[in-house]
């Protein structure tokens, strides 16, 4: 299991790393007309924040919910068979 301040640390070191990529995108963009800005980054962005916390990462929708709440519509409870 990593520990919280392994986690934090790669945290850290990914979002420097990013906002460097990000940086560069934006000034070597070929499309000069349609040229990219931060909000083009919004996604990724909330990806690497949701590295903080796995449960809370976007696009992964908690087990207990509800199917009205966005959880499972079906969940099958039912053992496999024996080979």
């Known amino acids: ?5 392994s986690r ?3 945290i850290n ?11 560069w995108a934006t000034e ?3 499309d000069q007309e349609n040229p990219l800005t931060s909000a083009d980054f919004v996604e990724a962005r909330k990806e690497i924040l949701g590295l903080r916390n796995p ?3 976007p696009g992964k929708v908690p087990e207990d919910r509800e199917p009205e709440q966005g959880g ?10 024996w080979p």
């Open 1 to 5: 299991m990593i520990d919280d301040q």
């Open 8 to 10: 934090r640390q790669f």
């Open 13 to 23: 070191e990914l979002w420097e790393r990013f906002e460097e990529l990000q940086k």
């Open 28 to 30: 070597h963009w070929p």
């Open 55 to 57: 449960s809370q990462a």
């Open 72 to 81: 499972a519509q079906y969940v099958d409870v039912t053992p496999a068979p």
